[in-house]
């Protein structure tokens, strides 16, 4: 799979993400439902902590791209969900730093919404990834 990044601006460069990326001849697509703060049983975690839920969320979430042998590097997209945008920007330090060890900045785009599926869950991110 080939990636160029497409940055007309480059203002997101700071935020750690393209505008969009060209995706060339890819062999597999996966789409990831959105993970949250659960465990293995799914039952919700640390409720009030955004800082923790967006821990485990990215946590599930490489579990999840890991069962399909990808990794953060196959990231094509994010969406992201909050229900405190502003406590999630406080804490977006750890989604950069996740995927600026790997070296990826995939396009991603930040909601807020009033609640999530299971009221104590703050945090939400779904992915799309491809090899």
């Not at 409720?47 to 990794?71: C, F, I, K, S």
Request: hydrophobic share 45%.
């Amino acid at each position: 799979m080939k990636r160029t990044a497409v940055n007309p601006w480059p203002w997101s460069l700071k935020f750690g993400f393209n505008q969009a990326e060209i995706i060339e001849s890819p062999s597999r697509q996966l789409v990831c439902a959105g993970q949250t703060s659960v465990d293995a049983e799914g039952n919700p975690q640390h409720a009030g902590d955004m800082r923790a839920q967006m821990t485990l969320a990215l946590d599930n979430l490489e579990a999840v791209l890991g069962a399909a042998e990808m990794d953060l590097t196959n990231v094509t997209r994010l969406d992201i969900y909050a229900t405190d945008v502003d406590e999630l920007m406080k804490n977006f330090d750890l989604i950069g730093a996740r995927l600026g060890a790997v070296g990826a900045a995939p396009p991603q785009t930040v909601l807020g919404v009033s609640r999530l599926a299971i009221p104590p869950l703050m945090f939400e991110i779904a992915a799309t990834a491809a090899d």
